[in-house]
């Protein structure tokens, strides 16, 4: 490694809440196994990445630039997504944001994006459940618009608006369920909205709601 590589620039976030915390919707054993080796796999990987573009900078050898930078994308989003994903979840969570978020600003958001809860609550759902191979659904913010919208995200980083911000990601790989719920992704995608948590939802909105006229300078 050359002197311009160095230092690791991501670290794992600490759970904030034991690996038990989510049963009986998700098991203490599949957050283990997905905060410490899956999660933490992004983190190397995108570390590693960055030290391997920073070699090939130095020494001009660009030979493998394309899979390096799919490589970039591919562990700095699932990085990115679990990082989100642990503090979306509670195992005091569940219910409607309205009821949890204190200022209702969130659930007015989505009844303006969607048209109600409920069909914000489908759309989700059916993206999440319905994800071909590997995959999250996720609820965003979209800045040009300042709309809402539900995506649906091909393994960590393909099928997304450019700009969009993830206030509610749902992991659908099957690493995050099949201990578990086995092949019923079905299953564990409606079990999931027992563990939601409104109040960080709501505070993401808000955040990306703020920050969101940054996009467009011009
Ligand atoms: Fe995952």
């Known amino acids: 490694m050359g002197k311009a590589t160095g230092m690791a620039t991501y670290t794992l976030p600490e759970l904030p809440y034991d690996y038990s915390s989510l049963e009986p919707v998700i098991s203490g054993e599949i957050i283990e196994l997905h905060h410490d080796k899956h999660h933490a796999g992004y983190v190397k990987g995108a ?91 996720v609820l965003a913010y979209e800045p040009l618009s300042g709309r809402l919208v539900v995506e649906q995200v091909y393994d960590h980083q393909g099928n997304i608006g450019q700009g969009s911000v993830p206030i509610l990601v749902f992991d659908a790989w099957e690493h995050a369920f099949y201990l578990q719920y086995r092949n019923q992704k079905v299953d564990f995608v409606e079990a999931m909205w027992r563990v939601v948590n409104w109040q960080d939802v709501s505070a993401r909105y808000t955040a990306a709601k703020a920050g969101g006229g940054k996009l467009l300078l011009a």
């Not at 930078?69 to 989100?84: D, T």
């Open 47 to 137: 570390n590693d990445t960055l030290e391997q573009l920073a070699e090939a900078r130095e020494k001009e050898q660009w030979g493998n630039i394309t899979g390096l930078e799919k490589n970039l994308a591919f562990h700095l989003s699932g990085h990115i997504l679990h990082s989100i994903y642990w503090r979306n979840m509670t195992g005091d969570g569940g219910g409607e944001p309205l009821e949890k978020d204190g200022t209702g600003e969130l659930a007015d958001a989505i009844a303006e994006s969607f048209g109600s809860f409920a069909r914000f609550k489908a759309q989700l759902s059916k993206a999440s459940a319905t994800t071909q191979g590997s995959g999250w659904g």
